[in-house]
């Protein structure tokens, strides 16, 4: 029952802000949010370190009760439920600042999307995972294109296109499964793990795999699927690029977790390395663009490409090392990424531009908006004792159990990661002051209650890891039984 | 077959309430003549036997279809309040059409007999002809009415003389009879057989818009009034399908083999010129027109691949396209009539500009209906083409699934136009009235779809 809590809870506090709308809506979506989070916290805090799903959820849906409306909690879900539920409060309010249009729709779309991607993260059937994945898509899509910047339309409309015509394959890989599987009474199934116990012919698995791929690549998005992304995070308002970044794109890898690799092993064997030299040109692909970028939030986003690629790449390295990695640092990316466009938020907004040649100085004026983005910004570039740290070394210790040769280039990561970040931390907050970032205002009461609870999981991730790893460890420990 | 007989009489007595003075009482006479014949039809559920002479089924399928056919005539003639107003109009004479008409789409859906069907196709298609250029001073209207009648003409006379080549080969007009002596000749049938199906297949598949058939669409549907094009747009096509199903499955299932090489590829080429048509047009009028050619592809994706799926997924297809067919033409009235270009309702992509704040509940409606139809999940259209391509992996017809998909992608660019233009293009801001019985009609029609969109399974009980 509780994971059915956690799917209805923010679909009917969106609801809620729908109906009384106007001036309170803000604060009630943040309410809503926040019991949210006490949900999945209490899941995260409860949850037994075994492999198997709990508070499950188990209800007959469609085509006499073969496709069943059937959810719960795996150590594999957990993190991302946590971090869904962790970021969606800080998310809102971190939108305070600003003042939209229809507040009301604006809130509401917000918790919608996170009753999506709730749901994409429990779903035990593949229909109902599809179902999510899809939904998730239609929330995001209005807050990109309503709220978002001048050449928002066309941006946003490629994006929706370009990512439903990719899941469209899936659904297509999906059917076909559902109609192998076969129960006692003759009957269908599209439990996820009955997917996992189906055999399938070299050929199909080949197949499924590249339907699967498409989906899941455009999603997160691995190179050369990416070319939708760097346009809708900067066209997007902050709110929603958070909501990409920090967890939409976490769809992407989730899936291939949960589906590709189980479902199509055979398929992965023959066409991983495809893959995850596909996910190593883009980490440094993405990383060589940032370094050249000149406006911040253009940076970030291709900073966030080239990080996906690194967790694409140990996902598919089909070790216990790259799938714990890719898990925390699924977590941890969330974490980090959402404080970066946080601050990219705050400077561009108070100095009207997000051009890096015009500012400067900044740190003159701004102890606390300094600590916090050394802290978020050491913890986007791995450095030990913080969060990125353990997820990039078990990422790279996975991919190089694989492969040397891809570990070693994928590992570039961590030296560009420094290169990018560095420039923007350099570039934007020490050197002269110019005009526009002469008498910058420090970070004010409500925008550091987005930057506490951030830095804390940065370091907690970071100094503790076994507190979460502990969690996923069974689950993807039943996970490669699967898959080998 | 109650609903026949019943819907005859009352378009006669149509005719004569015409002579009244008050144009009022025709509207909510026919919505009630409309629901007497559909609970009528109900009555026969689960009675399955043969009536007038051994030429029309009464079967469980046939009341579905029947049932959505006269669901989505009353939607339509719920819409069609501004005909009261127009002093050109002659209501009483449309409505008593439309209500003829429904019977000819009755009688395609459960015939027995291959006159039946004949019978059935040229009720409805003549009655369709008549209204199409019902808009007598517009000159469009007659051009389309000419032109659907000319080319219309011409499909039934294909269709009629596979019928002859049918009777000639198996000696019956009889479905059961046709099927026997296919099974008599041991899979050697007379070329006659061959001929006559490839002709009958012709004459439907023009009447449900198929490519290479297609070419009168877009001219008919947006010469005609746009009501009446919302009623060809479902009822004949729902009535064409159910009269292909039962053809296809009864008669000629035994000789799949031969049929459905010609089927898939014609389903294939519908697909492509319907998607890829409708994303160049600029007036969502043809848009419209090219989208339900789309849609005849995936509906006959369910015929290619015929098996146990196909009649769920027919059926439920056809209710989740009417629906949000007829919801999206609803609005399109509305809006068109606020702006008038060269004398005639705007029915651009442009006419739509800004409705989210003209009227959020329109902009809501037509949204769910564009999502509908392009088959995005949590609405029915997800689930009618999540049911068609089911029936195809069954079958294990990849390659028309490939493209299905793919001509998805394409219809999300045509449809969402629609969306961007309501909800993030500016517009005049003045608000758009709309009467509370039109708004409920519209209300219900989405209802359905997202209904059907959360839990199919409602529907499927009744199968």
Excluded at chain 1, 89 to 101: D, M, V, W
Excluded at chain 1, 145 to 165: D, Q
Excluded at chain 2, 201 to 206: A, C, D, E, Q, S
Aim: proline residues 3%; hydrophobic residues 55%; glycine residues 8%.
């Amino acid at each position: 029952m509780l994971t059915l809590s956690i799917l209805l809870f923010p679909i009917l506090a969106a609801l809620l802000v729908l109906a009384v709308g106007g001036k309170q809506a803000k604060q009630i979506a943040f309410l809503g949010a926040l019991v949210e989070l006490g949900l999945s916290g209490y899941a995260f805090f409860s949850f037994v370190p075994d492999a198997t799903s709990q508070f499950a959820f188990d209800y007959p849906w469609i085509a006499a009760g073969s496709i069943r409306f059937s959810a719960g909690i795996d150590g594999v879900s957990l993190l991302l439920v946590v971090l869904t539920g962790l970021l969606t409060p800080l998310i809102i309010l971190s939108a305070f600042r600003h003042t939209y249009e229809r507040p009301a729709v604006f809130y509401a779309l917000i918790l919608f999307m996170q009753a999506a991607l709730m749901g994409v993260f429990t779903a035990r059937d593949a229909f109902l995972f599809y179902l999510y994945f899809e939904a998730a898509l239609i929330p995001i899509y209005f807050l990109a294109a309503s709220w978002g910047g001048e050449n928002r339309i066309a941006v946003t409309f490629k994006f929706f296109v370009y990512t439903i015509f990719g899941s469209l394959f899936m659904l297509v890989a999906l059917v076909y499964l559902y109609f192998k599987t076969s129960t006692a009474a003759g009957l269908h199934s599209s439990a996820i793990t009955d997917l996992y116990n189906l055999t399938l012919s070299a050929t199909e698995q080949t197949w499924i795999f590249w339907a699967f791929f498409i989906a899941f690549a455009i999603k997160m998005p691995v190179f050369p699927f990416h070319t939708w992304q760097p346009d809708t995070y900067v066209e997007s308002p902050t709110p929603a690029t958070m909501l990409l970044a920090g967890i939409m794109l976490k769809m992407g890898v989730y899936g291939v977790i949960r589906l590709l690799l189980p479902i199509v092993p055979e398929g992965v064997n023959l066409w991983g390395t495809t893959a995850i030299v596909l996910s190593v040109i883009g980490i440094v692909y993405g990383a060589i663009i940032a370094i050249r970028q000149r406006d911040i939030k253009r940076l970030i986003a291709y900073s966030s490409f080239s990080h996906v690629g690194l967790m694409a790449a140990g996902v598919f390295s089909q070790t216990s090392y790259g799938i714990q990695g890719a898990l925390v640092q699924m977590l941890a990316h969330g974490i980090n990424v959402v404080g970066m466009f946080f601050v990219a938020d705050i400077i561009a907004s108070r100095t009207n531009t997000r051009l890096l040649d015009q500012m400067g100085g900044i740190t003159r004026y701004t102890p606390k908006l300094t600590v916090y983005f050394m802290i978020l910004l050491l913890g986007s570039v791995a450095l030990p004792l913080t969060n990125g740290f353990v997820g990039e070394f078990l990422l790279l210790a996975g991919v190089f159990e694989y492969n040397n040769i891809l570990g070693a280039i994928a590992g570039l990561t961590i030296i560009f990661g420094a290169v990018y970040m560095l420039r923007l931390f350099q570039k934007a907050m020490f050197g002269k002051t110019t005009d526009i970032t002469t008498g910058f205002k420090d970070v004010s009461g409500s925008e550091s209650w987005v930057f506490i609870p951030l830095c804390i999981m940065v370091f907690w991730i970071g100094l503790v890891p076994n507190s979460f790893l502990k969690l996923t460890e069974p689950a993807v420990a039943n996970l490669l039984q699967f898959i080998k | 077959m109650l609903s026949i007989i019943l819907l005859s009489v009352f378009g006669i007595v149509l005719l004569y309430l015409g002579f009244l003075k008050s144009r009022a009482v025709l509207l909510p006479a026919t919505l009630f003549f409309i629901l007497i014949a559909l609970g009528a039809g109900f009555l026969e559920w689960n009675k399955s036997y043969l009536y007038f002479g051994d030429m029309l089924l009464v079967s469980n399928t046939a009341i579905l279809f029947t049932g959505i056919v006269l669901v989505s005539a009353f939607m339509v003639v719920a819409l069609s309040g501004d005909f009261l107003d127009d002093e050109a109009a002659q209501p009483a004479e449309y409505y008593a059409i439309l209500l003829f008409s429904i019977v000819g789409a009755i009688m395609m859906i459960a015939y027995e007999n291959l006159i039946m069907l004949f019978v059935g196709v040229e009720i409805l298609s003549v009655s369709m002809y008549v209204l199409t250029g019902s808009d007598k001073r517009n000159l469009r209207s007659n051009e389309a009415a000419l032109k659907y009648f000319l080319m219309g003409s011409f499909a039934t006379g294909i269709m009629l003389f596979g019928m002859a080549l049918l009777y000639g080969a198996a000696g019956s007009f009889t479905l059961t009879d046709i099927k026997g002596y296919i099974a008599l000749a041991q899979g050697r049938p007379s070329l006659l057989l061959y001929m006559g199906v490839l002709l009958v297949l012709i004459g439907m598949l023009f009447k449900v818009s198929a490519a290479p058939f297609h070419f009168w669409t877009p001219d008919v549907y947006e010469g005609a009034p746009t009501l009446f094009t919302a009623f060809m747009s479902t009822v004949v096509k729902t009535a064409g399908f159910a009269a292909l199903l039962q053809l296809l499955s009864v008669a000629f299932g035994a000789i799949y083999g031969f049929w459905w090489i010609t089927l898939a590829v014609i389903t294939g080429l519908t697909l492509l010129i319907g998607n890829l048509t409708a994303a160049y047009q600029d007036s969502f009028k043809r848009m419209m027109a090219y989208s339900s050619i789309s849609h005849a592809g995936y509906l006959l994706i369910g015929l290619a691949a015929l098996g146990q799926q196909s009649k769920q997924a027919l059926v439920f297809y056809s209710l989740a396209y009417s629906v949000a067919t007829i919801a999206a033409f609803g609005i399109l009235l509305v809006v068109a009539k606020q702006r008038v270009s060269d004398g005639r309702p705007d029915d651009t992509y442009s006419a739509f500009n800004g409705l989210s704040r003209q009227n959020p509940l329109l902009a809501f409606i037509l949204a769910v209906s564009m999502l509908s139809l392009a088959g995005i999940p949590l609405t029915a259209g997800f689930w009618g083409k999540f049911m068609v391509f089911s029936a195809a992996i069954d079958k294990g017809m990849v390659w028309i699934l490939v493209l299905a998909v793919l001509m998805s992608a394409v219809g999300i660019y045509y449809y969402f136009r629609v969306v961007i233009a309501m909800y993030f293009r500016e517009g005049s801001s003045t608000y758009i009235q709309v009467a509370p019985f039109y708004r409920f009609v519209l209300i219900a029609a989405t209802a359905i779809t997202i209904i059907l969109g959360l839990v199919p399974g409602l529907f499927q009980n009744l199968m």
